[in-house]
C-alpha cells in the first residue's frame, strides 16, 4: 500500500464532511445504529458535488496515473461508498482478502490468477478525519498464505470474534485482541486528507468503535478490466453456489 499524505484541500474536506454526515443519518436510518457504511453515494439524496470534485481533483488524478496508470480512474459515484462508525458498541469485521475470502462460491484459481495483475484489486481509502481502523498485514499482496496464516485461520468462512453478551469496553478489548492475532499485522494510520492506495488482496480487516467520528471514503481505482473481471467473478461464484460449492479453502493441501 501507499499512502498520498495530506493530498485533498481543507476546502474539499469540509464539503465532505458536512455530505458525511447526512450520509450518517441515511445510513443509521436504513440500517440501524451499528451500520457502517453507505454504498454506493450516487444512489441516495446526496449533494453529488463533493463527490465530483474529489473525483476530478487534479493532484489526486495524477497521483494515481503515476503509481498506477491514467486508465485507473477513481470517484465512480456508482460504486463509491462511505465508511463509518457504529453509534453504540465496538466492532470489527474478520480478517479477509478480498473476493478469496468473502465471496461465497468464487472460483479461486480466477483469484491466483489476476493477484499481482496491476489491473484488478486497488482499494482506495480516503480520511475525511484521522482513521487508524483498517489494519493490514503488509507484503501479503505478494504472495500466498504463509503457514502461521494458514494456521491462525484454517477453516472457511474465517470467523470474527464471538462477542455474546458483552460489554462496549469488553467488546473493544475483544477487537483488539482479534486484530492483533494476526501475525505482522499493524494498523494503518491516515490523517484527515490522506489517501490510502492499497491492493485488496492483502490481508486486512476493519475495527471500529463508537466514539471515534468516522468518514472514510472507499472507494476503487478502476479499470476497465477490473469491471469485467468482477463481473464475470459474480456470475461464476452464483452459479458454483447453485451447484452446490460454497466457499473453498486456499490452504487446502498446501502445508
Known amino acids: 500500500y501507499t499512502v498520498f499524505g495530506k493530498i485533498l484541500p481543507p476546502s474539499l474536506i469540509s464539503d465532505l464532511r458536512r455530505v458525511s454526515d447526512i450520509a450518517r443519518e ?91 495483475d496491476i489491473n484488478l484489486f486497488n482499494q482506495i481509502n480516503c480520511a475525511l478525519y484521522n482513521d487508524s481502523c483498517t489494519w493490514v498485514v503488509p507484503g501479503s499482496h505478494l504472495r500466498h498464505d504463509l503457514r502461521s496464516e494458514a494456521e491462525r485461520f484454517p477453516d472457511r468462512p474465517i470467523s470474527g470474534p464471538n462477542f455474546g453478551e458483552r460489554t462496549a469496553e469488553e467488546r473493544e478489548y475483544i477487537c483488539l485482541e482479534y486484530c492483533r492475532s494476526m501475525p505482522s499485522a499493524v494498523p494503518l494510520y491516515l490523517e484527515a486528507g490522506d489517501f490510502a492506495l492499497y491492493r485488496n488482496t492483502l490481508w486486512h480487516m476493519g475495527n471500529y468503535v463508537p466514539y471515534s467520528m468516522r468518514a472514510t471514503l472507499h472507494d476503487s481505482a478502476m479499470t476497465p478490466e477490473f469491471k469485467e473481471w468482477s463481473q464475470q467473478a459474480q456470475q461464476d461464484a452464483s452459479q458454483r453456489q447453485k451447484d452446490g460449492l460454497i466457499m473453498d479453502n486456499p490452504n487446502a493441501n498446501r502445508f
Not at 39 to 60: C, I, K
Not at 68 to 81: A, N, S, V
Not at 83 to 108: S, V
Open 26 to 116: 441515511i445510513a443509521r436510518s436504513r440500517g440501524g445504529t451499528q451500520v457502517q457504511r453507505l454504498q454506493p453515494v450516487g444512489h441516495f439524496e446526496l449533494d453529488q458535488q463533493p463527490f465530483m470534485d474529489y473525483a476530478e481533483l487534479p493532484d489526486l488524478v495524477d497521483a494515481i496515473a503515476k503509481v498506477l496508470t491514467p486508465r485507473h480512474l477513481h470517484g465512480d459515484r456508482d460504486h463509491l461508498g462511505i465508511l463509518l462508525e457504529p453509534a453504540e458498541m465496538p466492532y470489527c469485521t474478520a480478517w479477509h482478502r478480498d473476493w478469496r475470502d468473502n465471496i461465497h462460491g468464487l472460483n479461486l484459481a480466477h483469484w491466483d490468477q489476476g493477484l499481482l
